[in-house]
T-cell receptor, first 111, second 115 residues
């Protein structure tokens, strides 16, 4: 069964304290791995797509990497405005399949 | 200028009632979706429509019926509401059925509370 596991569930950082979020997945042929950010009371907002091992994407203080079994979202020198829930999702290669989401990591950055 | 808009934002109702949630997207996308986010925060696909045609229909009680009058609208009608239906329902759209270069754009959700 295709599934996505994210860890940790919650992460508290001080402003400027870099860290990484993990997304482990099992899927019958990976078509793409997606990272989303969700703020309270809002819908998820697209951040990155990765679709082959070794690929990396960057956006401001965020950098996403992909291996054959997991993805990391690295946060460098985070700021309070980076506080949100970060969701990972995968899509299997089989046509017509929807995204399978993980439970998310809730990040809190304090000044 | 909202890309994907849902109404209402909050919906409180009693068991046994019938209710609808409306969704509209102004992005010109061909594919629309309904996702359910339960109390454990998992987002799970319910339905997907591509240009008004149902393409994904996960194991969802038949009390839930999506309706797509045109490719910019996808409404969700729920009959005989149950306590377990309480959740946040998200509408989303993508340019084509999700590919690596066609990410989902989500609305801000409808929080449904069944009492």
């Amino acid at each position: 069964e295709d599934q996505v596991t994210q860890s940790p569930e919650a992460l508290r950082l001080q402003e400027g304290e870099s860290s990484s979020l993990n997304c482990s997945y099992t899927v019958s042929g990976l078509r793409g791995l997606f990272w989303y950010r969700q703020d309270p009371g809002k819908g998820p907002e697209f951040l990155f797509t990765l679709y082959s091992a070794g690929e990396e994407k960057e956006k401001e203080r965020l950098k996403a990497t992909l291996t054959k079994k997991e993805s990391f979202l690295h946060i460098t020198a985070p700021k309070p405005e980076d506080s949100a829930t970060y969701l990972c999702a995968v899509q299997a290669r089989q046509a017509g399949t929807a995204l399978i989401f993980g439970k998310g990591t809730t990040l809190s950055v304090s000044s | 200028d909202t890309a994907v808009s849902q109404t209402p934002k909050y919906l409180v109702t009693q068991m046994g009632n019938d209710k609808s949630i409306k969704c509209e997207q102004n992005l010109g996308h061909d594919t629309m979706y309904w996702y359910k986010q339960d109390s454990k925060k998992f987002l799970k696909i319910m339905f997907s429509y591509n240009n008004k045609e149902l393409i994904i229909n996960e194991t969802v009680p038949n009390r839930f019926s999506p309706k797509s009058p045109d490719k910019a609208h996808l409404n969700l009608h729920i009959n005989s509401l149950e306590l377990g239906d309480s959740a946040v329902y998200f509408c989303a759209s993508s340019q084509v059925a999700v590919t690596y270069n066609s990410p989902l754009h989500f609305g801000n959700g409808t929080r449904l509370t069944v009492t």
